[in-house]
């Protein structure tokens, strides 16, 4: 069951980091470099809930296998 949790916490968070990350890709146009885009992302820390959130589904599926 808990396999189950952690997968939806991990999905939440993919899911709130890449909507975050998306968003931020709408500076690009108004003139943000790509590299200052790529520093932008690294400061701000709502950017690493996607990571984590893959982190942690993959996690939950690699138990929910065994």
Same mark, same amino acid.
């Given at each position: @069951?808990?396999?189950? @949790?952690? $997968?939806?916490?991990?999905?939440?968070?993919? !899911?709130? *980091? *890449?909507? !975050?990350?998306? &968003?931020?890709?709408?500076? !690009? /146009?108004?003139?943000? &470099?790509? +590299?200052?885009?790529? #520093? #932008? +992302?690294? @400061?701000? /820390?709502? %950017?690493? $809930?996607? /990571?984590? *959130?893959? !982190? $942690?589904?993959?996690?939950?599926?690699? %138990? @929910?296998?065994?």
């Amino acid at each position: @069951m808990w396999q189950w @949790m952690l $997968l939806l916490i991990g999905f939440g968070l993919s !899911v709130a *980091g *890449g909507t !975050v990350t998306i &968003t931020y890709l709408n500076l !690009v /146009p108004a003139g943000l &470099t790509w +590299v200052e885009f790529l #520093l #932008l +992302v690294k @400061m701000r /820390p709502e %950017c690493y $809930l996607f /990571p984590s *959130g893959l !982190v $942690l589904s993959l996690l939950a599926l690699i %138990c @929910m296998k065994e």
